[in-house]
């Protein structure tokens, strides 16, 4: 199954400034796809990442705020913005092979 | 759009009991994947069933998809404090559909 890195592992940020995600694959995938997890909670698809075209968003998700970029089939990025604390949360990475396989998270506070 | 709705939300079990979550989707599935989640890690692929009725054993852990494909549970038997964690349900529509769909996961606690 493909290994995924993720980073950052976590941060604290401040109130209406943004922060971007990144997520490595180490093998070419079609689809990549973000999700969020409150801690304790289930896991929320944001949005679907496709190489050379626009992500597709899921209700109540919109690209003003969780601009995504796909620049190749071994990457992309996930951006969260103009935070406030409503999206202190975990951002969790993952593509599909057999199953899903997920980065590590990304540990998100805003303070 | 699509639900999976995932019972219990909490299980408190003596180590050696056996133990079970349920899974029941708004659609029929195209196929239906179990993760584990171990406290402060990322949700980890145990397996994915596909065919109706279908029913997998994975040592200690028994899976099975409802004839209906809407329904699946997870079981565990003479569970030990390794198998402490959440466990999720995600249903997959097929088509069009991309991403999983998530149940809420039961989180497994377990007494020594």
């Known amino acids: 199954s493909a290994v995924i890195s993720q980073k950052p592992s976590r941060d604290i940020c401040q109130r209406g400034t943004s922060l971007t995600i990144q997520c490595q694959v180490d093998?070419?995938?079609?689809?990549m796809f973000w999700y969020r997890q409150q801690p304790g909670q289930s896991l929320t698809l944001i949005a679907t990442?496709?190489?050379?075209?626009?992500?597709?968003?899921e209700s109540g998700f919109v690209i003003d705020k969780f601009p995504i970029s796909r620049p190749n089939l071994t990457f992309s990025t996930l951006t969260v913005s103009n935070m406030s604390p409503e999206d202190s949360s975990i951002y969790l990475c993952?593509?599909?092979?057999?199953?899903?396989?997920f980065g590590s998270g990304t540990r998100l506070t805003v303070v | 759009g699509q639900q999976v709705m995932q019972i219990p939300q909490y299980q408190h079990v003596q180590e050696g009991e056996d133990f079970t979550t349920y899974c029941n989707s708004s659609?029929?599935?195209?196929?239906i994947q179990w993760y584990k989640q171990r406290p402060g890690g990322h949700p980890v692929f145990l397996i994915q069933?596909?065919?109706?009725?279908e029913v997998k054993k994975q040592k200690r852990l028994t899976f099975q998809f409802g004839e209906a494909k809407k329904n699946s549970s997870l079981h565990i038997t003479a569970t030990q404090t390794t198998d402490v964690g959440t466990y999720f349900c995600?249903?997959?529509?097929?088509?069009?559909?991309?991403?999983?769909?998530f149940g809420k996961g039961t989180h497994l606690i377990i007494q020594p």
């Open positions: 069933l596909v065919k109706s009725g």
């Open positions: 990442a496709n190489q050379g075209s626009e992500a597709t968003y």
């Open positions: 659609t029929t599935l195209s196929n």
């Open positions: 995600a249903g997959w529509a097929g088509g069009g559909a991309d991403g999983l769909t």
């Open positions: 993952s593509v599909s092979s057999y199953g899903y396989t």
């Open positions: 093998s070419q995938v079609t689809m």
